[in-house]
C-alpha cells in the first residue's frame, strides 16, 4: 500500500489550496480515509475522514473552510482548503484504516502547508 500526498506549499492567509493523496495497492473504498496534520510541538491531529459510504467528519478547526472528497476511478483522496490561517501551518498526512477498526494503518510521507500572514 503506498500513499502519496501533493499539493502542499506556501500560501499567504486567506488563500487556498488542494491536497491531494494518490493511493495504490488499496482502494479508497474498502475503508475509511482521513487526513491529519502535525507540527513539531503538537500530537498529529485529525483534520477531517470520509468513510467507504461518504460518511464525513471535520474537526472543528476545519468545519466551513475545508471539504474532504474522493475520486473512486482515480483512486485519490482531495484536501480543499479554503480561507487559510497561519494556524494551518502544518505537515498534512493522508491515511487509512480499515473498516471497524480504531487506528489508521497506512499513512503518506506528508505535504507541508505554510500560511503566512
Known amino acids: 500500500v503506498q500513499l502519496v500526498e501533493s499539493g502542499g506549499g506556501t500560501v499567504q492567509a486567506g488563500g487556498s489550496l488542494r491536497l491531494s493523496c494518490a493511493a495504490s495497492g488499496t482502494l479508497l473504498s474498502i475503508g475509511d480515509m482521513a487526513w491529519y496534520r502535525q507540527v513539531p510541538w503538537k500530537e498529529r491531529e485529525l483534520v477531517a475522514s470520509?468513510?467507504?459510504?461518504?460518511?464525513?467528519f471535520y474537526a472543528d478547526s476545519a468545519k466551513g473552510r475545508f471539504t474532504i472528497s474522493k475520486d473512486k476511478v482515480k483512486n485519490t483522496l482531495y484536501l480543499q482548503m479554503n480561507s487559510l490561517k497561519p494556524e494551518d501551518t502544518a505537515t498534512y498526512y493522508c491515511a487509512q484504516r480499515a473498516t471497524g477498526s480504531t487506528a489508521y494503518r497506512f499513512w503518506g510521507q506528508g505535504t507541508q502547508v505554510t500560511v503566512s500572514s
Open positions: 470520509i468513510s467507504p459510504t461518504d460518511t464525513i
